[in-house]
C-alpha cells in the first residue's frame, strides 16, 4: 500500500523523527468479529478495507511523544457503508517515543503529522500480524495487508489521507 503526502508534512515528520526515538509499542484493543463463517463468505468476492487514524501528544517536558495508532480492517461485499461486514479486525496501538538527539521542542502540529505518517508507519507491522492472526482465529484464511510505504505527492496533487484506503 503506498500513501503519499505533501513534502512539507514529510518534512515536519522526519524533523521529529531525527529528535525522536520509538521506545515502545503496546496494544490498548484488539477484537476481531466474524459475521459470517468462511464457508459462506468464500462463495463471496470480498474486499479488504483498512482505516488507521493516529493522534499524538508531546510530553509537558518535551521528553516523550505518545502516539496512539487505531486501525479497522474490514471484509466486506462492496465499500457501501450498508454492506454485510464479515469481519472486523480493530484495535489501537500506543507508541512511546523518547528524546534521542538535542533540537527545539516540535510543535503539536508537528506531532500531528508525526503520528499521522511515522505513527501509523511504526504501527503498520503489528497492525498487519494482528489482521493476519485475528482472521485466522475466526477459521479464515490468514491474510496478510501489503506492505506500507510512504512517499512524497506530486506537487499539486490531492491527497486522501484520511480516507478509507482498499487493499
Known amino acids: 500500500m503506498i500513501r503519499l503526502h505533501n513534502q512539507q ?19 490498548l484493543e484488539y477484537s476481531v468479529k466474524r459475521e459470517l463463517p468462511f464457508r459462506e463468505a468464500s462463495r463471496k468476492s470480498p474486499l479488504v478495507f483498512v482505516r488507521d487514524d493516529a493522534v499524538g501528544k508531546l510530553s509537558t517536558d518535551g521528553a ?13 461485499e462492496s465499500n457501501a457503508e450498508d454492506a454485510l461486514g464479515m469481519l472486523v479486525v480493530q484495535g489501537a496501538i500506543e507508541l512511546a517515543y523518547a528524546r534521542t538527539a538535542d533540537g527545539p521542542s516540535p510543535t503539536q502540529e508537528d506531532v500531528d503529522c508525526f503520528a ?5 508507519y511504526n504501527a503498520w ?3 498487519r500480524e494482528a489482521t493476519s492472526v485475528g482472521f485466522a482465529r475466526v477459521g479464515y484464511l490468514p491474510y496478510t495487508l501489503d506492505s506500507l510505504v510512504i512517499g ?10 484520511n480516507t478509507p484506503a482498499q487493499e
Open 116 to 120: 499521522r505518517i511515522n505513527g501509523v
Open 9 to 27: 508534512d514529510l518534512q515536519r515528520t522526519s524533523a521529529v523523527a531525527r529528535t525522536y526515538g520509538l521506545r515502545s509499542a503496546e496494544f
Open 152 to 161: 512524497a505527492k506530486p506537487e499539486g496533487a490531492e491527497v486522501a489521507a
Open 125 to 127: 507491522p503489528y497492525i
Open 64 to 76: 516523550t511523544v505518545e502516539v496512539v495508532v487505531k486501525f479497522h480492517v474490514s471484509l466486506k
